[in-house]
């Protein structure tokens, strides 16, 4: 049968399901203007650590993209969908992307791509919501006081200090942000992350938030001393002023990204003055984040929160110095001005 | 016998083996190791001075254990008995072990290819039990878990430094190399056995005066009950401690691998 080049990977293919009356050239062009005489590749796939061949395709377009060779290898191997493949030219490289196309890449006509397998792998909005969700249920339970918490009389009782009422609500606010901005804001690079995060990230942010909701809402809680009722509202201000400003980056972040699409731009302050930070900093979401949880230490003036905002502090250092970093070699023209997380400190 | 030397450059502890003919050569990767998984990723290894300063180090720490020996024999032979032989060796065992925590400085600046985490979980823990139990426990001190423990540190440590000692000086005896790998099969469950024991111990007294602990209302609104802390510690051992034994079990098979061909099972 004339062959169409590879089986059904995409859907304009299969409409051009092979009518017999064509005449038979075995190089037939696609619907992009190539000329006609088109070379096929052969692909084959090894394992990156046994060098075992896992899998040969013949007559692949050219132009194909490594994400339809993903899954042309999948039909032949379905325990390995596209998402947990790791495709790559050197068993020790780094993977290719699925946009790069076949042609482009320094290989000769039969080439040899090596494959890893990346492990069950979830996808990050699935994490990213449930390890959201949780420490705003657990939160709530501590505020209401379910049984088995605390001493048994003070079941379903609520807090006598307003500042308590006031940080569920700051804590509430910010995990409901969170679950918006991750189904309606954030454009993901990547689709998955390894399935093993999920239990990781999850033991994080729920571990800290059943740690310092249980301080904030217990009976015997002290509300902050040290500047009292000035110190909550000063914090609480600190508080929405980097809330508001967390949201314009992300809201920027998203605007410069197509939707559907993976491309990576510098950003740059926009009309909004919360946006102005990028002329000092790389990642000002993480900047504005800090601000949030140095906020609420203030307010609830609990030690536990504390050590919280620090932990987090220093995971957001290292993602901000990692992405200044990529910002740097990939881009000639960076503003030399701009710090990782912190103007001009780090 | 040039064997033993290849298979040693292919595990953890040897590294350090490895390293100090890494040094001898004039640029990285020209010895014939093949790297190992632990090979120093960007530094070269350690330099003469480096070298020279781990020397000092391991011998000082093996004479300093050798000390803490020789004390609890003295004091055993004086006594008669096996009981308090603690207080005739706690101003060294303090010293010595305490001095360990260089060995996290060690991994953290390069000279040594270990992990920093490991090392330094592996010295918090004998830093811990020296200082945060027996130290701060009086009432555990007479107890015979007490000697257990000490007794199984001591001498793994003797063996332990003299192996990096003769290691960094490429002249490692096989019966030291050996030792290092097998003493740790009685010597590791002794150890952790005596840990546990005391302990366990120290648990009535630490919660009777309220050892270390905070309690709520304060103005940090923050609470630590030692008391549980403690249980949660030795809860940890349970998964921890098989790890590690067999850990050292694939090292010694790599290791020793070879002389086990020869043996008859």
Known sequence: MDTVVFKGTTAKESLLAPPPILPPPVKRPKAKKTKKAVVFFEVEILDAKTKDKLCFLDKVEPNATIGEIKSMFHKSHPQWYPARQSIRLDPKGKSLKDEDVLQHLPVGTTATFYFRDLGAQISWVTVFLTEYAGPLLLYLMFYFRVPFIYAPKYDFTTSKHWVVHLACMCHSFHYLKRLLETLFVHRFSHGTMPLRNIFKNCTYYWGFAAWMAYYINHPLYTPPTIYGEQQVRMALVLFLFCQIGNFSIHIALRNLRPPGSKTRKIPYPTKNPFTWIFLLVSCPNYTYELGSWLGFTLMTQCLPVAFFTAVGFIQMTVWAKGKHRSYLKEFRDYPPLRSPILPFIL | ?265
Not at chain 2, 97 to 124: K, R
Request: proline letters at 4%; hydrophobic letters at 45%.
């Open chain 2, 1 to 265: 016998m040039i064997n033993w030397q290849w298979t040693a450059k292919c595990n953890m502890a040897s590294g350090i083996a490895k390293w100090v003919s890494v040094m001898s050569a004039p640029a990285m990767g020209t010895t014939k190791t093949a790297h190992s998984d632990l090979a120093p990723k960007k530094k070269k290894g350690p330099g003469a001075l480096a070298t020279a300063y781990l020397v000092i180090y391991n011998v000082v720490m093996t004479a300093g254990w050798l000390v803490i020996a020789v004390g609890l024999v003295r004091a055993y032979l004086a006594r008669g008995s096996y009981h308090g032989l603690y207080y005739s060796i706690e101003k060294p065992l303090k010293f010595f072990q305490t001095g360990a925590l260089l060995e996290i400085l060690h991994c953290a600046v390069g000279i040594v290819p270990s992990s920093v985490v490991l090392t330094g979980f592996q010295v918090f823990s004998r830093v811990f039990l020296t200082w945060a139990v027996t130290h701060s426990v009086r009432e555990v001190q007479s107890e015979d878990s007490v000697l257990l423990f000490v007794s199984a540190w001591t001498l793994t440590e003797i063996i332990r430094y003299s192996f990096y000692t003769f290691s960094l000086l490429n002249h490692l005896p096989y019966l030291i190399k050996w030792a290092r790998y097998t003493f740790f099969l009685v010597l590791y469950p002794m150890g952790v056995t005596g840990e546990l024991l005391t302990v366990y111990a120290a648990l009535p007294y630490v919660q009777k005066t309220g050892l270390y602990s905070i309690t709520l209302p304060n103005k940090y609104n923050f609470s630590f009950d030692y008391h549980t802390f403690l249980i949660l510690i030795m809860l940890s051992y349970i998964p921890l401690f098989p790890q590690l034994y067999f850990h050292m079990m694939r090292q010694r098979k790599k290791v020793l691998g070879h002389a086990e061909e020869y043996k008859t099972e």
